[in-house]
């Protein structure tokens, strides 16, 4: 079996463990090739062969960046997460902006009121107790996380 098909092997095993964007999948196969104990040349005929590995998955339908940001939108949503915080994960995971812009608008078209539902989240997983005396450290901690100044004084005003 050459490196090529290992590599090809490897790829797909991780996606079915994780699901992964293309860059991330990208940067995942790199350092894959980077601890194997081959060759200079072998290695860099591996890292000439990852685009043609990315496309063959991305046909076979196994990775799909705009699948991948819906669900990972969905998922951090869930776990109280901020506009903010979702674009700059997506951002760092390789997803392209306009792929983020779309998804998330997407995502406010089936889901209007998300953004308070993820603050109230937060501020239910945070334990912040919702006082006059601790306004402004409150206010505090949800703009460290990512929420706007009004999602943020509607939650803690309106409990």
């Given at each position: ?5 290992k590599l090809m092997k490897y790829a797909i095993d991780y ?145």
């Open positions: 079996m050459t490196d090529k098909l996606l079915s463990k994780f699901n992964s964007s293309k860059k991330n999948l990208e940067r995942i196969l790199k350092s894959k090739i980077m601890r194997l104990k081959i060759e200079k040349k072998d290695k860099h005929k591996l890292y000439n062969s990852i685009p043609e590995i990315i496309l063959k998955l991305e046909n076979n339908k196994f990775i799909n960046d705009e699948n991948y940001t819906l669900s990972k939108i969905r998922v951090l949503a869930h776990q109280g997460k901020a506009k903010a915080f979702i674009k700059n994960y997506l951002v760092n995971k390789g997803v392209e902006k306009n792929v983020i812009s779309e998804s998330l608008s997407e995502y406010e078209n089936i889901n209007p009121d998300w953004e308070m539902d993820s603050a109230n989240i937060f501020v239910r997983k945070k334990r912040i107790i919702k006082s006059t005396e601790n306004y402004q450290k409150n206010l505090n901690k949800m703009a460290r996380a990512g929420f706007n100044y009004s999602i943020s004084s509607k939650i803690l005003e309106n409990s």
